[in-house]
């Protein structure tokens, strides 16, 4: 069955990095372009990356961009969110997610918190 798993989370002081890592298997991962969406308590999910299916073009929130990186692996159907210079407002809870847009098919994973904090 479909399935995506995230991993990566944790607590981490401010300033500090975490790299999350989002493993799909169940369906044609190379075919779908993937993002990274969160929700902290009381707050609607938001889009903060998203990558092509290829990895040719990526995409930022403002909130993020120039800290956080997304890239994908095809051979090893994982994405990937290197999360630098963090902040207690990137507190979260991070999700996976695929689409394809043709397919008109599209994919969550559980989510992974992620705690910034001293």
């Known amino acids: 069955q479909v399935q995506l798993v995230e991993s990566g989370g944790g607590l981490v002081q401010p300033g500090g990095s975490l790299r999350l890592s989002c493993v799909a298997s169940g369906f044609t991962f190379k075919v779908y372009d993937m993002s990274w969406y969160r929700q902290a308590p009381g707050m609607e999910r938001e889009l903060i990356a998203d990558?092509?299916?290829?990895?040719?073009?990526?995409n930022y929130a403002d909130s993020v961009k120039d800290r956080f990186s997304i890239s994908r692996d095809n051979t090893k159907n994982t994405v990937y969110l290197q999360m630098n210079r963090l902040k207690p407002e990137d507190t979260a809870v991070y999700f996976c997610?695929?689409?394809?847009?043709?397919?008109?098919?599209?994919?969550w994973g559980q989510g992974t918190q992620v705690t910034v904090s001293s």
């Open positions: 997610n695929a689409m394809n847009r043709i397919l008109l098919r599209e994919y």
């Open positions: 990558i092509t299916s290829a990895g040719g073009m990526t």
